[in-house]
């Protein structure tokens, strides 16, 4: 290699450097925007869907998911749903991975959009049954593509999502003549 042709190759990079255009921003003055699939470290959890069949933490590969419940005495000719006691997700060691979500039989869980949850104690990185009742019901789009479907954004303003357009049962199943669009005329 000639004579300082490498000294000139790393000034190249600093030049280049040097006029391109930051990637940094000055948060929290300034945000980036967050794609809607993002997964966040909150959890949007509708109280009514919920039975208490701590299938979530069940499936939760961290163990993180504590479900206490009791008798409610509600719902008792389908099998009872039980009163939720205790429903608190230690956040500290959540790894988002959303396999409680998946496997939530009754669409009561879903993934949140927030990032600021930061605390300086650990102890302190837990929600609690209460901080889910009171949360903002924006969702994630990930796992819930008829919300993408729609054009729903959690981190633009608007009104909260209910369970009915956050569920998959009634939005996602195809109807009969979808079916037989897709399984039969279409082959
Ligand atoms: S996202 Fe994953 S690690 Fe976090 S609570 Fe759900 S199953 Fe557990
Ligand atoms: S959130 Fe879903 S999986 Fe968890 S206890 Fe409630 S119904 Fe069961």
């Not at 019901?137 to 369970?163: E, M, N």
């Amino acid at each position: 290699m000639p004579y300082g042709l490498g000294i000139a190759k790393g000034m190249m990079v600093t030049l280049r450097n040097l006029v391109r255009k930051p990637v940094t921003v000055q948060y929290p003055e300034q945000r980036v925007a967050q794609h809607h699939r993002f997964r966040g470290e909150d959890f949007v959890w509708y109280e009514e869907r919920c039975t208490g069949c701590a299938s979530c933490a069940k499936y939760c590969p961290q163990g993180i998911i504590k479900i206490v419940t009791s008798p409610s005495g509600e719902m008792t000719q389908e099998g009872e749903k039980y009163h939720l006691d205790v429903f608190d997700i230690e956040i500290a060691r959540c790894m988002f991975c959303g396999l409680c979500v998946e496997a939530c039989p009754y669409d009561a869980l879903h993934m949140g959009s927030g990032f600021e949850r930061a605390r300086p104690r650990q102890s302190d990185l837990v929600i609690s049954v209460d901080e889910l009742k009171a949360s903002a019901k924006k969702p994630s789009t990930w796992f819930r593509p008829q919300l993408q479907d729609r054009g729903y954004d959690p981190f633009q303003p608007g009104d909260d999502v209910t369970w009915q357009d956050a569920g998959r049962e009634k939005t996602i199943a195809p109807t009969y003549e979808e079916m037989l669009q897709r399984w039969v005329q279409g082959r």
